[in-house]
């Protein structure tokens, strides 16, 4: 896949990365650390519900929750 591409295969399993193991693994774990980071941002940030709010406002609370529930996985994505 996209991910290997370009990989040295010398008969041994697993294939060696271009970078080597070391650097290879460094930037693949940014988008995990990334990802952990703004999941917990996100939840310090963003406030509870009130129940005082009135049904739409309510509405567009949970909405916005749920885009950013769906945020950090962006991230990580385009940090890839």
Known sequence: GWLTEGWISDGSFPPTPQLGWETTLAFLIM???LVLGQSLT???LTPEIDENMSDEEKEQASQAQGFIKFLPLMIGYFSL
């Open 42 to 44: 996100m939840r310090v």
């Open 31 to 33: 988008p995990v650390v």
